[in-house]
């Protein structure tokens, strides 16, 4: 037998006997203790490699495999970094993956074929909030004589992007080109930087079926930066701003380099992030292996909101292990524990900065995929007026509360999450809201209605043309 085959049988041997004593243990444990014994589902595949993408929202993966939550369900799950976003969703596709931690945008994208096209679906949605917008120290300085000042003479919050269109006009009444980075085409982030901007009266750009840079009549021009890269790209003088998860805002601070200006809770309070995708085809041939992961997350997410975010700590020294995010504990903490710094030294409570439980954050919401939807018609990604009934057929093909609610009843049976902790009676919207930085009332139920409603972008029937809008 090769060295190879020997390391590998080892492993074999090791991880059979590991699971006979852990489950012997457990056993015991229920004998002595009373414990009424969860029975196991029958699992079809029990050795899983999930991908992600270093990123702090990533943790309640890492935390369900740290705690043990998947070995609890008789999984042997795998974690491992993907080089961006692109590489992560083809990888899950072809089967090298058996998931990932996603954009929430991803499986709606695939799903109605915009870029790659394959059937994904999402039993849970991982976190609310998490990101922000950060602009370079030149941009800042800029942008301070239309920024309000408080009696304490700090910046009031939020900053809205009013007071970045002097710059953008000035950039371009000189020639130069406002570049800003997002994370990818379908990010939260790339419809959190428009919906900002555009609130502020800066066109971001468009997209078509023939022009896929998204920059066509922006005003700013986004382009796609890896997270990771963020700091260094806004360093080198490439990018003017950018959106992005943390801790790569953070990091700009500590730096040096850079100015967080407004967090994504600040844009849409509370607004959904990243989720759980796997492809409707492993769904299909694993639904008991399904409903063990969703089991396995939810109570990571439980466990990093549970007692008031007594967690957070722990959760922080285990992202930063090279093997998950790989940034300093003290900027990960920065945000994790309920803070936020904008400039060097401002620091200010934002305790819902990162959510992953609380407010039913882990829920799949059509509500919350239609929203993406409107958005991607918003910016030409869905290059033709769709109805509304439209928009609630594709959210309800990728969003699976069914799935959720099921893994969530198997936990509430078992007495590890309590009945009052989960929204047994929605039928999958939110309650309409105008908690957006413009004030505008989003209702999902009515995605026409809502986009009309807004400043910039198609409405109705428009189509971009080249470089024109036409129709109506």
Known sequence: MGAKATRMAGVGRRHVIGRAIGFGFLAALCLQTGMAKAELLKVEKDELKFGFIKLTDMAPLAIAKEKGFFEDEGLYVTLEPQANWKVLLDRVITGELDGAHMLAGQPLAATIGFGTKAHIVTPFSMDLNGNGITVSNEVWEMMKPHIQKGPDGKPVHPIKASALKPVVDKFKAEGRPFNMGMVFPVSTHNYELRYWLASGGIHPGFYSKTDVTGQIKGDALLSVTPPPQMPATLQ?????????????????????????????????????????????????????????????????????????????????????????????????????????????????????????????????????????????RRWGQITEHKSDDWYAAAAKSVYRPDVYLKAAKLLVDEGKAKKAEFPWDSDGYRAPTAEFIDGVTYDGRKPNAYIESLTIGLKGKQIVDGTNVTGG
Not at 300 to 324: F, G, H, Q, S
């Open 236 to 376: 080198a003088g490439t990018i003017h701003g950018y959106c992005v998860g943390e801790p790569w805002n953070q990091q700009a601070v500590f730096k040096g380099i850079g100015v967080p200006v407004i967090t994504d809770y600040e844009i849409w309070k509370n607004n959904p992030e990243k989720v759980f995708g796997i492809t409707a085809e492993f769904a299909e041939k694993n639904p008991n292996t399904t409903l063990a992961v969703t089991k396995a997350l939810i109570r990571a997410a439980m466990w990093l909101d549970e007692n008031n975010n007594a967690n957070r700590m722990e959760a922080v020294k285990i992202l930063a292990k090279p093997e998950y995010v790989g940034a300093d504990a003290e900027v990960i903490a920065n945000s994790m524990t309920g803070t936020f710094e904008y400039e060097k030294g401002d620091k200010r409570p934002v305790p819902d900065f990162n959510v992953f439980f609380r407010y039913f954050a882990t829920y799949p919401y059509y509500s919350d995929a239609v929203w993406y939807l409107t958005q991607m």
